[in-house]
């Protein structure tokens, strides 16, 4: 009798570690209640809920948000996570401005694709790392300055992210100086 609660309570206390350590990928499938507003650009933007913010100015933006969860491909890991930055037009007209980001990025990334161009938003795919990896951009202009939101993940996670990453970019909005 010993014996069998003991085995019991081991098998109960084995699961109970297991479910207690094991975190379920969930990708967020809602906005922020909180709407972050920049304090270096003229700028608001309603982020995914639960992502950590990072205004450090990493990689030259003005903001990151990443989702606190990993997703895995093999050994391979990436938070999805949306990116803002801001660049002088330095003259150029919007489309200028376009078609010379796409160019670069076509430069920089040999392998990228755009696989939708709506005017002022590209979806891309691209291989960093030997990973695919799926991205959507924003293109927003003041008078001299643009703005671009990209909200990136691996490429097999894209359907979990597309629709709130999509969300996030539409509410990004230029505010009064």
Not at 90 to 95: D, M, N, P, R, V
Not at 110 to 120: A, L, M, P, V
Not at 138 to 165: M, R
Request: net charge negative.
């Amino acid at each position: 009798m010993k014996i069998r609660y003991l085995i019991f309570f081991v098998v109960a206390f084995a699961a109970g570690i297991v479910i207690f350590f094991a975190r379920p990928v969930v990708s967020p499938q809602k906005l922020s209640a909180q709407i972050y507003s920049s304090t270096q650009a003229p700028f608001t933007f309603q982020p995914p809920e639960g992502w950590i913010v990072d205004d450090h100015g990493t990689n030259g933006t003005l903001v990151i948000f990443v989702n606190p969860t990993q997703d895995r491909e093999g050994d391979f890991r990436l938070s999805a996570s949306i990116n803002i930055l801001s660049e002088p037009l330095q003259g150029l007209s919007q489309e200028e401005y376009i078609r010379t980001s796409e160019k670069n990025l076509m430069q920089f990334h040999k392998d990228y694709r755009i696989t939708s161009d709506e005017g002022h938003i590209f979806e891309a795919r691209f291989i960093s790392e030997g990973h695919l990896i799926r991205n959507r951009q924003l293109f927003v202009f003041t008078e001299d300055t643009a703005y671009i939101i990209t909200g990136s993940s691996l490429e097999a996670q894209w359907d979990a992210y597309k629709q709130v990453i999509q969300d996030s970019l539409e509410t990004f909005a230029i505010v009064a100086k």
